[in-house]
């Protein structure tokens, strides 16, 4: 499967941000759907997960109450909606698939080319 990530910019700090991921290739709603993001000097790190029927959902503890994954299997993609942003969550995100049948925040195979979130402060 091939994803496409979206959406992200330059925000000052307690304002919100909308990634998106479009997906191609394969049945996008076999595959559990994650968020990543990687700091510069920083090893990538788990942001959030999302079952394939939306229900299943997990977060880091970091952003958890302020972000928000969703999906829209009709429309291949997946969503994150990063509301309260902090200078902290600056980074890359990535967005990525996973065929396992259960929510995961290890195990992927295939990965968006990112985009890069800045928040200022």
């Known amino acids: 499967v091939q994803l496409q990530a979206s959406g992200g910019g330059l925000v000052q700090a307690g304002g919100s941000l909308r990634l998106s991921c479009a997906a191609s290739?394969?049945?996008?709603?076999?595959?559990?759907m994650g968020w990543f993001r990687q700091a510069p000097g920083r090893e990538r790190e788990f942001v959030a997960a999302?079952?394939?029927?939306?229900?299943?959902?997990d977060y880091a503890d970091s952003v958890k109450g302020r972000f928000t994954i969703s999906r829209d299997n009709a429309k291949n993609s997946v969503y994150l909606q990063m509301n309260s942003l902090k200078p902290e969550d600056t980074a890359v995100y990535y967005c990525a698939a996973s065929a396992l049948r259960i929510i995961t925040r290890r195990s992927y195979d295939y990965w968006g080319q990112g985009t890069q979130v800045t928040v200022s402060s």
């Open positions: 999302l079952g394939r029927s939306g229900l299943s959902k």
């Open positions: 290739g394969r049945t996008f709603s076999d595959y559990i």
